[in-house]
Every structure is written in structure tokens, then in C-alpha cells.
């Protein structure tokens, strides 16, 4: 199967998952609630690219999983990374009006609603990895671990960590280090987690899991790279606010040449990692081609 009919297929599957979930809601919460779901789905039906998830389930499926034993863990990570993106267009944080071409949660639903939105999915995430239980294919004990990784991913080691030190980071104080530690944990932890997941769930032997964490790890920042080259080819892509000073970028101490000679380094190591894990790992090197040429 080639990439773009395996990723339609794999898309199509976590699409529909979310809309279950999000009937879930619907039917079990009191009907006063359905406006927080409505902003839920607005966000979470809101177009992207659903690229954490397809790499949980391309992950899993180069495991010997099937694609469809995953769909919990692939949703609390797309729940994660949608309550991330929420929040980050806030007027505190980044002040966004718009995200995939369409008002951004606060400013269709207003600003209390987009926080309480971003915290029902954060929360929610954790909700959703939970129904892992109802499978006999994994273990409490696996399933644990999952969460504890999700946590780590999510929390002050990741996702929030790293956005602390990018809004509270002053720009005379932007070199490489800095600017690559900021995505590590902004950026690339949750990478990583989405690629991690299915491991934990079987409990993969270390030489393995330590391959996938690589994948990841060179992946996470050439997903990073990738978007700071987009971002500065594309003076409109974001509509800033007025946080409009200078981002912790690559853009900001590479030249364009330099970011592309670092995103090929970084897509050849995590080719490199998946092939090592056997035939089975096409799509997650697939996966890294399309970060290498992506156009959106
Ligand atoms: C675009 O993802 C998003 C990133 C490159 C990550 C940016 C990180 C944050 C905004 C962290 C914010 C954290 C907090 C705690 C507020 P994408 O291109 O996959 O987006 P898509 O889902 O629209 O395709
Ligand atoms: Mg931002």
C-alpha cells in the first residue's frame, strides 16, 4: 500500500473514532454539557493533519498490532496535542485568532470556554487511554506504564515544560541549545510518546523501545524544523497577536539552507532507527519522508 492511500485509510479510522467519542460524550453527559462538547469537536474535527495519532498506529502496526487495537491510546494523544493548541492561542500565551483557517476556540466560543475546553480534553485524554482496558490484549501493569509515559510526555518533562521555557524565554537569550531544548519538550516529547505508546502496551524489550525512542526523538525535531521552515516561507501562516515578538525558532539563528541540511540529518537517523526494526517499519519511514517534503 502506498503512503498516501495507507495514511487516508489510517486518517479515516482515527476520524472516526473521534467522532464516536465525541457521541460518547454526547449521550452520557447531561445535556447541559453539549456546548462544551460542541467546542470539543469544534477543535478536535478542526482539520489537521492527525499526524501524532498515524504515527501511534503506524507504530503499533510495525509491532505486529493491528491499527484498530490502538485507537484508544492514538485518541489521547490527538486530545493532548488539540487542548495544547487551545490553549496556545489564548491571548496570554500566543493570541491567535485563527488556527487551520478558522477562528480559533476562543474566539468562536470565548476565552473562559477555550480554557475549560483544554482542560476537558487534557483530561479526557487520560479517559480515553483508559478504555485500553476493555481489550485482553493488554496488561494493567503494560497499560500503566502507558499512562506514566503519557504523563511524562504531557507534563512538566514535556509538552508543558517546554512551553514554559518558550513564553518565558527572553530573546537575547536564543541560541541552539536553548531553541532545540524548547522543542524537545514542546514539541518532541509528545512525538515521541505517539511512537512510544504501542511499545509500552506490549512491553518491548529495551533495545527495541530504544529504537523507536530514536525514531522519534529525530523525528520530533525535524517535525519541529520542518514547520519553522514553512513558517518562515509563509509570512501569514500564523496570524500573531500581540505576542508578536520573536519566537524561539530555528528560523531565527539558521539560514534556510542550514535548516534543510538539519531536517535531512535528522530524517536519515530516524530511517536509519525504523529500518532497524524490520520490514514491518515502511510507514513509519514513510512517515518521516512526508515531514521531509511536507508542503503544509
Ligand atoms: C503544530 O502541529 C503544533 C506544533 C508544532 C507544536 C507546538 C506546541 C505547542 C503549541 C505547545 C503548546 C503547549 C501548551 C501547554 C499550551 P501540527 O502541524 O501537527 O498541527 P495540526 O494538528 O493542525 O496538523
Ligand atoms: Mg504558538
Given at each position: 500500500?502506498?503512503?498516501?492511500?495507507?495514511?487516508?485509510?489510517?486518517?479515516?479510522?482515527?476520524?472516526?473514532?473521534?467522532?464516536?467519542?465525541?457521541?460518547?460524550?454526547?449521550?452520557?453527559?447531561?445535556?447541559?454539557?453539549?456546548?462544551?462538547?460542541?467546542?470539543?469537536?469544534?477543535?478536535?474535527?478542526?482539520?489537521?493533519?492527525r499526524f501524532r495519532p498515524l504515527l501511534t498506529l503506524a507504530s503499533a502496526e510495525c509491532l505486529g498490532f493491528q491499527a484498530e487495537d490502538v485507537l484508544p491510546a492514538a485518541l489521547a494523544v490527538e486530545y493532548?496535542?488539540?487542548?495544547?493548541?487551545?490553549?496556545?492561542?489564548?491571548?496570554?500565551?500566543?493570541?491567535?485568532?485563527?488556527?487551520?483557517?478558522?477562528?480559533?476556540?476562543?474566539?468562536?466560543?470565548?476565552?473562559?470556554?477555550?480554557?475549560?475546553?483544554?482542560?476537558?480534553?487534557?483530561?479526557?485524554?487520560f479517559g480515553q487511554l483508559a478504555r485500553l482496558q476493555e481489550s485482553t490484549l493488554f496488561s494493567p501493569k503494560h497499560i500503566l506504564s502507558a499512562f506514566e509515559l503519557l504523563v511524562s510526555a504531557a507534563g512538566v518533562r514535556g509538552l508543558v515544560g517546554g512551553q514554559f521555557i518558550d513564553v518565558t524565554l527572553e530573546q537575547t537569550q536564543f541560541n541552539l541549545p536553548e531553541v532545540e531544548f524548547i522543542h524537545i519538550h514542546k514539541t518532541g516529547a509528545m512525538i515521541v510518546a505517539s511512537v512510544l505508546l504501542p511499545a509500552r502496551l506490549c512491553g518491548l524489550e529495551e533495545k527495541k523501545s530504544a529504537l523507536l525512542k530514536r525514531y522519534g526523538a529525530a523525528l520530533g525535531l525535524a517535525f519541529q524544523i520542518s514547520d519553522d521552515i514553512l513558517d518562515a516561507e509563509s509570512s501569514n501562516r500564523y496570524s500573531r497577536g500581540p505576542r508578536k515578538k520573536a519566537r524561539p525558532a530555528y528560523s531565527e539563528l539558521m539560514n534556510r539552507a542550514e535548516m534543510q541540511d538539519l531536517l535531512n540529518?535528522?530524517?536519515?537517523?530516524?530511517?536509519?532507527?525504523?529500518?532497524?526494526?524490520?520490514?514491518?517499519s515502511s510507514h513509519l519511514v514513510d512517515i518521516a519522508e512526508f515531514i521531509r517534503n511536507r508542503k503544509h
Open positions: 500500500m502506498n503512503f498516501q492511500s495507507y495514511s487516508a485509510s489510517r486518517v479515516a479510522l482515527i476520524e472516526a473514532a473521534i467522532g464516536e467519542s465525541l457521541v460518547q460524550y454526547q449521550k452520557t453527559a447531561s445535556l447541559r454539557f453539549a456546548p462544551l462538547v460542541e467546542a470539543m469537536s469544534y477543535s478536535l474535527s478542526g482539520g489537521g493533519k493532548i496535542h488539540t487542548y495544547s493548541l487551545i490553549h496556545d492561542d489564548l491571548p496570554a500565551l500566543d493570541d491567535d485568532d485563527t488556527r487551520r483557517g478558522k477562528p480559533s476556540n476562543h474566539k468562536k466560543f470565548g476565552e473562559a470556554v477555550a480554557i475549560l475546553t483544554g482542560d476537558a480534553l487534557l483530561t479526557e485524554a540529518n535528522l530524517i536519515d537517523t530516524a530511517n536509519t532507527c525504523a529500518q532497524a526494526l524490520g520490514d514491518k
